[in-house]
């Protein structure tokens, strides 16, 4: 596989920036420049939904990444959109040749058994060696691109072209960025992809919802701003912040609390890796700049920030460095978002940027959410693929699992089983909604492990014909997306679970379970041997 990237690209692995990303992507046919004079609001969207949504179900699926070199009002910018619009490229940008690579690496990473005698630790050696390679760096500024130019004054982040990307958004949105915080308690980092509204130069929406990594450490921060004898107010404050409470601002007495900010840092335009690694759905404890690593075998470069107390890559275009307010909300939306419909107007916190830095000409990276078939079910495929090792160290019965892109990421997820007891399929159910963002699944479809889940027809023909409704749907509450528009509550609803199993004698089925229709080997046998004589094909 190494080798593969090395005859290609001439070097080993790992994209060292964004522009190098681009320059590989232009390499491999993947990449079309725009030089047509177009404006960021609306127009970029439109021609990026297009290429998005063409090709379908051949090998040009996703169309071209584009790189738009004529933006209207920002002379000299460019906007590259649809980086990972497209199963090749999202293997481009993690230098794999399958997506089930990634997994075989987690994998043998997870295999590992402790070592039992000497010789067996000498063994371990290489492996703990590349684990050390996975982890960030952290550089002088002067070896920072991201420094090329620092504003700490006289800033607009209208400076560069940020879109909008719909008709009825509420502004312009900032779609890819890679926001980064960190835990008050632990001190861990986090990345996060959370989209940004532009409300003026200085200052835009953070809308991390009330479940991510994000929105929990503004809460830890709440928690030991106000004390314990606030108790009730942190409470109401830590259900709005990053939710949809209406709540005014204010009233929870924080004038008088010194720390009254979370410190934040966003970076735009890094490496293929590292903006991936952003919207990867990782346990808290795994902070994503190792995460990137990991998946570019190459350690992350960070440097400091200059105006709060955070780390940045430091190839990345744009940094925006700033801070949240405890207890200030305002109203976000409203915004076309992944679901096909407009996620409506809520309250969310409020960024305030203190500084930007930049590398000269930046090239500002950028994407659009809507109906699928979009740029993020790429990589919502990736991340599927990536994480079903781990999915199987919790549920060890999981054979596959599928997440149609037309239902939008956690709306369905379909999965095979070994099944081994009775029950099983209720238990696998109730460990996907059990598990991080899997939590969101609204509804989950289990199959025994000879269905083939990515055969979308498969699954149909079992689901309509294994299941007793009233017995095999299995209805539950729990949190769910805060981009549901149908459930009950913002933030809170039901979940289905349908086990479309064989239903086993020691789960009350008495009755005697047909097998499926199949033609025996010999007569399939004989019929291949004349098969092309009887002029069918
Ligand atoms: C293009 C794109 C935009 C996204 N926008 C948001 C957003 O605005 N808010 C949010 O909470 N999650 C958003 N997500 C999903 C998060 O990035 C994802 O849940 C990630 O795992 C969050 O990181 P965390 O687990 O460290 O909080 C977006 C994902 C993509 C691909
Ligand atoms: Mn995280």
Redesign the pocket.
Known sequence: MRSFWVERWGKPLAYEDLREWIKALEKAGELKRVGEEVDPVLEIAEITDRASKSGKGSKTAGGPALLFENVKGYPGASVLMNQFGSERRMKLALEVDSLDEIAGRIRALLEVKSPEGFLEKLKMLPVLAEVGKFFPKTVAAKDAPCKEVIKREGFSVLDFPVLKCWPLDGGRFI??PCVVTRDPKTGKR??????MQVYDGQTTGM???RQ????EHLREKLRAAAGDSAAAHVQAMAETA?GTMNMSSGNIGLSQVKDDRLEVAVAIGTDPATTFA?????P?EVE?FLIAGFLRQKPVELVKCETVDLEVPANAEIVLEGYVKLDELRVEGPFGD?TGFYTMEEEYPVFHITCITHRKDPVYAS?I?GKPPM??AW??KAVERIFLPLMKLTLPEIVDIDLPVEAVFHNLMIISIKKSYAGQARKVMNGIWAMG?AMFTKCVIVVDEDCDVQDLGEVTLRVANNIDPERDIQFTLGPVD?LDHASRMPNYGSKMGIDATRKWVAEGFTRPWPPMIEMDAETKARVDAIWKKLGLD
């Open positions: 779609t890819l986090n990345v996060g992809m959370y989209r809308h991390w919802q991510k990594n994000a929105a990053g952003a919207i990867v759905p990782a808290p994503e992944h994407t959410v740029e993020d990589m919502g963002q805060s």
